[in-house]
């Protein structure tokens, strides 16, 4: 291997000092230009291909995006003096969308949009054409939100008023395509909301509606969510409990629905309030008593008779007889003591906090009900969701076809979008077929000439004699004297010769210029 390597670097320094200084130049500016091709392309390949995240940003906005794009690691540049945010291309409907899940920009931003119009267009026609490509931006980074398949947007911008400013606002619907199995959070739907509402000047998040293919109004819940934390004596933890416990309920009346009725039959609402106060119960239950010992004491008292007296004073009073005295007498006190158990039950129940104190359960059906049908699954709905009459639960079950218009018209829209995208995409791969196949035409045609082209035998370093023996040093440079192309003067004498034979004037002619050129 080291052998054959070595006559190979032998071959090519021979035939590298066989080639005149000129061709050594060019053999140089060749590669010099290969070099340069090659490292231009490795930089280019290797240095990220940098998008405008945000265009016409303010500089609060601008320091908010790039504090939290440092803070998420990912590498940004400034341009058009910090009003333009770059990032790479790859990464740009991921940060918008974690980004606008952090309401980050708060204020109105732009979005990058090609500048395309053609001559003649007038404002109203150039503002539609803006607006179109604005929704189409947006339906693209959505499409980026994790289980989402496909969005629309559609943004309803009032015309300037002609006098003064118009006191209408804008408004913005969002219709979702969504993977099967797949539910957005309440934070994920307000980040596209937020998304949206910074994008048009004007527009609050408070404005864009967002609906899935089922028809269910996504931005109620997110809204509600957000608004809440305002209740006065109602903290947010207290309040993400609520919603855990009615997005529970609601999920678990929707799936039993769902293998009933049909998915997407029915809309379940539940609205549960809890009791955060935490209470104590004490309780003492007695029971039968038993009698455990008894004492009884027995006292004899006696007592001697008094003497007679005297009754009345002596002197002053008439003399009465003597009264008699009193005999002897003998007394007994018994008492009884009685000491008798109780059976006693003492309780102590500790009520813990977020237990439900009631709870309003509302059922849509996307067809009309009978009076036994609406009975009937008033009861499956209150079994399935734990409603307590006592307690004061209330579920109420409504059957009305839905109105899916607008949600129609969405996914004919998203349809039509998706069709487009498709047509487009075969044209792009018919193109890049066509240029494989001319590509592999151009070459295989230069191979071909290659091949057919006589072979230089002055060029080939492993000639050999017909009879398999290889040539000697000597008999290989006389091969090539032989084979060598005739020089400029060898050429020039054939062609005069033959001047001489087919037109002598002309040959005299130029005989006579060649001399006058060298006198």
Do not use: C
Not at 295 to 310: E, L, M, R
Request: aromatic letters at 4%.
């Amino acid at each position: 291997m080291n052998q054959r390597v070595k006559q190979y670097g032998e071959q090519i320094l021979q035939w590298w000092r066989q080639q005149t200084l000129t061709q050594r130049l060019r053999l140089g500016v060749v590669a010099a230009l290969i070099l340069s091709v090659l490292l231009v392309a490795f930089h280019w390949l290797t240095s990220p291909n940098w998008q405008p995240l945000y265009t016409n940003l303010n500089p609060r906005s601008a320091g908010q995006i790039t504090t939290q794009l440092t803070q998420m690691k990912i590498p940004y540049e400034l341009s058009n003096q910090g009003r333009t945010v770059l990032v790479p291309k790859k990464s740009v409907d991921q940060v918008r969308v974690n980004l606008a899940d952090l309401n980050i920009p708060s204020s109105t931003v732009g979005l990058p949009q090609p500048l395309s119009f053609s001559l003649g267009e007038t404002n109203q026609e150039i503002t539609l054409s803006q607006l179109a490509d604005l929704e189409a931006t947006l339906a693209q980074t959505i499409n980026s939100v994790n289980g989402v398949h496909s969005s629309r947007v559609l943004i309803n911008q009032p015309p300037p008023a002609l006098f003064g400013e118009s006191t209408a606002t804008p408004t913005a619907s969002v219709f979702l395509d969504l993977n099967s199995g797949v539910s957005l959070s309440p934070a994920q739907v307000k980040g596209i909301m937020n998304l949206v509402a910074h994008s048009v000047a004007g527009l609050s998040p408070k404005q864009v509606t967002v609906v899935d293919q089922q028809g269910t109004l996504l931005s109620q819940n997110a809204l509600s969510t957000g608004a809440s934390s305002q209740i006065t004596g109602t903290n947010q933890a207290e309040l993400q409990a609520e919603d855990q416990i009615d997005n529970q309920i609601a999920q678990n009346v929707t799936t039993m629905l769902d293998q009933v009725l049909g998915p997407g039959s029915a809309v379940v609402r539940v609205n549960s309030t809890l009791n955060f106060n935490q209470s104590t119960i004490h309780s003492t239950q007695y029971g039968k008593s038993v009698l455990s010992s008894q004492q009884v004491n027995t006292k004899t008292t006696s007592q001697q008779g008094a003497p007679a007296v005297p009754a009345g004073a002596a002197g002053n009073t008439p003399v009465y007889p003597l009264a008699a005295g009193t005999g002897p007498s003998k007394s007994q006190t018994r008492s009884t003591t009685s000491h008798w158990l109780v059976d006693t039950t003492s309780t102590r129940q500790v009520v813990p906090s977020g237990s439900i104190s009631r709870m309003t359960v509302a059922v849509a059906v996307d067809k009309p009900l009978s009076p036994a049908q609406s009975a009937s699954l008033k009861n499956l709905v209150a079994s399935a969701a734990g409603a307590n009459p006592a307690r004061g639960d209330v579920v109420t079950i409504l059957g009305q076809p839905f109105n899916r218009s607008q949600v129609n018209l969405a996914l004919k829209q998203m349809a039509q979008v998706q069709r487009i995208q498709q047509i487009r995409r075969y044209i792009l791969d018919g193109v890049l077929a066509l240029l494989g196949i001319v590509l592999a035409l151009i070459v295989w045609r230069g191979l071909s000439k290659l091949r057919k082209a006589p072979k230089s035998p002055g060029f080939d370093p492993a000639l050999a004699m017909p009879g398999g023996q290889s040539l000697s040093v000597t008999d290989l440079l006389n091969e090539i004297r032989q084979n060598k192309e005739p020089s400029v003067t060898e050429t020039a004498k054939g062609y005069l010769q033959e001047m001489l034979q087919k037109d002598p004037e002309g040959a005299a002619r130029l005989l006579r210029a060649w001399i006058q050129e060298d006198e």
